[in-house]
């Protein structure tokens, strides 16, 4: 009985070497390409260009500029918050979410019809609108080093829109709920510079066609980021995000189009 415990003894200390190198390279390596788990802030100032139409009871939708026809701001700020998991040998997991909505009070200056109904030049009509944003995707990155990263991704988008047109005169209210998901493809890329900056750049989305429908969706973002160390980096940059979408059988048609510079501050552990 001593004898296989004499025996069995070094196989059990080579596995724990092995285990411990295993374990030390793993960690290395997880240092080298700075593997974290990071949480941005972003506050994203988009100039805002938007056209709407809406079909309904065999009426034809006015093709309406939400900037011009209703009174809405053309430009907004919005929040967003970003969480991403880049964890060795797996694709970075990354999840993002913010939210935009908008309200306005405008007397028309041309006639508007929108879901079969008809707001006559003259009368005021309130108008407001709720986008809910939802983002996920895996990232596999082909290179993943501390000097630069490159890789592909896949995912989808969640929207949830909620529109809302009102003749103040009559009380008349008509409003209009979509919400569901968008596949997305894309590409990440980054370099790192002199003096702790980091440059990333990144475009996801998808365009397709499909009988009388035709959809475009673009997401793209550039950042210039200073790391002021291993957990906390400060960001400046410029996204553009784009909606485009039309069915010929329906008449109706949505062009959104936000785009503008953003600031944000990420923590990671």
Known sequence: MEKDVTLKRPYFLVLVVILMLAFSSVASFAEEVNTLVSITADYWMPGIDANIKSSELGAIGTDIDIIDDLGFDDSENIPSIKASIDLPFLPELVVS????????????????????????????????????????????????????KLGFLVGAKYFE????????ATGTTNTESVDGPVPIIGIAAGIKLPAKFRFEAMARGLSLEIG???????????????????????SVGYRY?????????????????????????????
Request: charged share 25%; aromatic share 16%; hydrophobic share 35%.
């Open 212 to 234: 009388d429908i035709d959809a475009a969706l673009y997401d793209i973002e550039a950042a210039l980021h200073y790391d002021f160390n291993r957990f906390i980096r400060a």
């Open 241 to 269: 995000f784009l909606i485009d979408g039309e069915d010929t059988s329906t008449n109706d048609s949505v062009d959104i189009k936000f785009a503008g510079p953003f600031l944000g501050i990420t923590g990671s552990f």
């Open 97 to 148: 979410y913010f939210k935009i909505d908008g309200s306005a009070s405008k007397t028309i200056t041309k006639n508007i019809t929108y879901k079969g109904y008809s707001y006559t030049a003259a009368g005021n009509v309130t108008s407001k609108y709720d986008i809910t944003h939802y983002e996920a995707f895996l990232q596999f990155n082909l290179l993943n080093q501390d000097f630069g």
């Open 161 to 168: 829109v909620d529109t809302e047109l009102k003749e103040t």
